[in-house]
Each structure stands twice: as structure tokens, then as C-alpha cells.
């Protein structure tokens, strides 16, 4: 059975995580602002909520932008959604103060749900969306598209209609070949953590003898840390195929490329121009930790030296070429030196695989709508400035790839808070202008 929603919405936005949270900030904070007649918005959101990183929000985190990098304040400080004005609300506004340093995961996490609270449009959570369809009038043009979801509770499926919609479905977890026949209860993504653990501890074997952490990233280091402290008892492995954990580049002419301007800049390179700068600045966000945790993680592996335990193996310039099972059902893995080729085994109770997230080249509830996208050489879609898909001259529908677009605006446009509000921004003035003056993109 499938419910339709019989109104056309002015914008549909597949995800309401912090991109879809930031556009409807930018929604409704005009329409605060104008007095006009609100927009016609639906937010569609695949988990029970908003929360940020609920699988991560682990004791003693941080976030790694400052706070004032929030869903609004580079847009409009006077908005009802920053970060000061939550703080205000809470009533911790002075004591914040006293703090220094970055923001809590804890806090931000909250602060992320306060803000989607705060949205007054349609909110449908347990909704995930499934595909995005033309509607092709009886001219051949088509102006309006119909969003499928399902909600994940039922499995009903629901549609509604629209003339804009927003994908700010966010990255896809991503887990290397060789681990995806093992995933289960003794191997898993970073990104169900938490989850993750507590099916562990359901199984009643025990405390954990021995966990397994692939990568070097900022998750993989404070995973390693989480479990150093939660399982005294218990030997930690982390792999690395490099020297060991680096830090981020901190500069703060490097991070600069978080700047709107310099997203101005990217979208101006050509592709192998674009290619090249990206990979510039991939050393301030993947595959590397901040200071804190890599002075806390050598702090731990030193202690262990001078007490001479050793419940911290740190594997570097080592990879897994191999994955099997145990008779006693532990994970085996093969490794090997990356330069030298020396074979290794560790065997755990456990593997937490922390290889990043990964952007659809093209998001696949996209799929009916190819034939009305342009496309690039690499099967992507092309996409304006302000984040829209470019169409064929029968399609008037606006297609916003919200978050999913770093190859082509680059690093700050992704899953970095720095640019949200901004980015959001643009969107919404894109989204208006082709409210007032339809015509084909």
C-alpha cells in the first residue's frame, strides 16, 4: 500500500541530518524575516531522529571546527538556530564561556537535535527515501518530480510531490572488499560503534580478549583510545599502512580552503585542476587526528612501554591482505609490511573498520531521472554553483546535490560543518529565484 501525499511541495529534502537541517534554517529564517507566506517544505529522514554521529559520541570527543561554524551563524547571526542562541536557551551561555578549547561531541550532538527541533515545516523521520521520478506533463515537460520512501518501521511506502528537491543524504560508509563477506557481530563499520559493542556484550562470552581498529583517521584514534579505557583487560591492534597516526594540516592558511571564497575558487579549476587542489587539502580532514589524540594515543603506547604490558600493538606500514574465521569463532587477519612484505596474524575478538565514508558519483535514487540529467565523462552530474544539477531543456525541475558534491566544489562543501550554513545559503537563493521565475534549468 502506498499513501500520496496530494499537495506539490515547493522543496523536498531527502535527509535531515545537519545539510538538511541547515537548508531548512535558511527556509524558515527567510520566511521569519519577509512575514510571507512560509514555503511548502518537507523533510524526509531515514533515522528516528537528528543526531549527529549518535554511533560515535564517545567520552572526552570533540568537534574540529570552532562553534561559531554552526547552521546559521556565517549565514545570519541573528538567526534562531546558532550555536550562542542554543546556548542562551540552555542557560549555560556564561559557563560556556569559561570553557576555551572546541566543543563537546556530546554537546554539539545536542545542540544538532535542539536545532532540528526548532524546524516548524514537515518533519516525517523513519522515512527513507528511495527514488526521486520525473512527472512528465502532458507537453512532454517535466516541472514537478515524486519522491518514494518507506517508512522504516512499517515498511509502508509513501510519495509526494514537488518542483525542488534537495539529496542531503550525506556519504556512504565505506568498507573495504575484503572485509564485506565478515560483516556482523565481530566485524563492523566505525560508524555502529556503539551498536556495535553492545551486541558484543550480548553474546555473554566475556570481556573482549583482543580488538582490531583499521585506519589512521580522527575515528580510528579515538576509537583505539574508547577501548583502551572501556577494556583495561583487553590487547588493542591498530593497523595503519603508514609511519603511524599523523596529524591533520592545521595551518591556518591550509584551512582556509574552508572558506566560501575558496570554494568560489575550486568550482573554477578545470578537472584535473580540481583533482589536484583536492588532494592538496585532503591532509586537513582524512586520514590523520588532531593534536589531542595523537599526544593521548603516544601517551598510552609510552605507559605501556614503561610498565612493559603492552595492551596497545600499534601495526604500522602494515595491511590486511586476508580475512577468515576461527574455530572458536575469532577473526583471523593476514597482514602484511607494505614496503618489506613480512606476513603477519592477528586474531581478535573483534574488528572495527575505520576506512572513511565515500560519495556516490551518482546518488542512486537519482536513477529514473538520468535521462533527464546532464552528465559529466565520469557518469556525474553536472551541477551549477549553487549546488543544482544541470537538466535537459524539458526538465524544470530543481535537483540539489546538498553535501554530495566535494569533487567539484570541494573539501569544505562536504561533510565539514565550516561551509553548512553557507552552503545552505546559496541553495536557498538559488531555490528562490527559481521560485519567482520558473523556467527550465
Not at 549527529?52 to 567520552?59: G, I
Not at 551486541?199 to 570481556?207: I, R, S, V, Y
Request: hydrophobic share 40%; aromatic share 8%.
Amino acid at each position: 500500500m502506498t499513501t500520496r501525499d496530494t499537495d506539490v511541495q515547493d522543496l523536498v529534502v531527502a535527509g535531515f541530518g545537519p545539510s538538511g537541517i541547515a537548508l531548512a534554517a535558511a527556509v524558515e529564517d527567510h520566511d521569519d524575516t519577509t512575514g510571507a507566506a512560509p514555503l511548502a517544505a518537507r523533510y524526509l529522514e531515514r533515522a528516528a531522529d537528528s543526531a549527529w554521529q549518535p554511533n560515535l559520541v564517545l567520552p572526552g570527543t570533540d568537534i574540529q571546527h570552532h562553534f561559531l561554524r554552526d547552521f546559521a551563524t556565517p549565514r545570519d547571526a541573528r538567526s534562531r538556530f546558532t550555536f550562542p542562541h542554543y546556548l542562551q536557551q540552555s542557560g549555560r551561555f556564561y559557563p560556556f564561556t569559561l570553557m576555551g578549547g572546541y566543543v563537546s561531541r556530546l554537546e554539539w550532538s545536542d545542540y544538532v537535535q535542539w536545532a532540528a527541533r526548532q524546524v516548524r515545516g514537515g518533519v516525517d523521520y523513519h522515512r527513507e527515501v528511495l527514488s526521486v521520478e520525473p512527472v512528465t506533463g502532458a507537453d512532454g515537460r517535466v516541472r514537478t518530480a515524486l519522491v518514494r520512501s518507506r517508512d522504516t518501521r512499517d515498511g509502508t511506502l509513501h510519495t509526494v510531490e514537488s518542483r525542488n528537491i534537495a539529496l542531503a543524504t550525506g556519504h556512504e560508509a565505506y568498507v573495504p572488499e575484503l572485509f564485506r563477506p565478515h560483516l556482523g557481530e565481530r566485524v563492523f563499520h566505525a560508524s555502529k560503534l556503539l551498536p556495535g559493542l553492545a551486541a558484543l556484550a550480548a553474546l555473554g562470552e566475556g570481556p573482549l580478549r583482543s580488538i582490531a581498529v583499521i585506519g589512521a583517521g580522527q575515528t580510528a584514534g579515538e576509537i583505539v583510545l574508547h577501548l583502551a579505557a572501556q577494556h583495561p583487560d583487553a590487547e588493542i591492534h591498530s593497523v595503519v599502512r603508514h609511519a603511524g597516526f599523523r596529524m591533520y594540516e592545521l595551518g591556518h592558511f591550509s584551512n582556509e580552503v574552508y572558506f566560501p571564497d575558496e570554494t568560489d575558487y575550486f568550482y573554477g579549476l578545470e578537472g584535473e585542476q580540481r583533482e589536484r587542489a583536492l588532494d592538496q587539502a585532503r591532509a586537513t580532514n582524512y586520514a590523520a587526528v588532531d593534536p589531542d589524540v595523537s599526544t593521548a594515543l603516544y601517551q598510552a603506547v609510552y605507559q605501556d612501554r614503561f610498565t612493559g604490558r603492552q595492551r596497545l600493538h600499534m601495526h604500522k606500514r602494515t595491511e590486511v591482505t586476508g580475512v577468515d574465521r576461527a574455530p572458536d569463532g575469532q577473526v583471523r587477519l593476514r597482514t602484511a609490511e607494505v614496503f618489506t612484505g613480512e606476513s603477519g596474524l592477528i586474531e581478535a575478538d573483534a574488528v572495527i573498520v575505520c576506512t572513511g565514508y565515500r560519495e556516490a558519483a551518482l546518488p542512486r535514487q537519482l536513477a529514473a531521472f538520468v535521462p533527464h540529467l546532464r552528465l559529466d565523462a565520469q557518469g556525474r552530474p553536472e551541477v551549477t554553483r549553487a549546488y543544482r544539477a544541470r537538466t535537459t531543456d524539458d526538465c524544470e525541475v530543481g535537483i540539489y546535490l546538498d553535501g554530495l558534491t566535494e569533487w567539484r566544489h570541494g573539501i569544505g562543501s562536504a561533510t565539514s560543518f565550516s561551509q553548512m550554513a553557507a552552503k545552505a545559503d546559496t541553495i536557498h537563493r538559488d531555490l528562490r529565484a527559481r521560485l519567482r521565475r520558473p523556467v527550465a534549468a
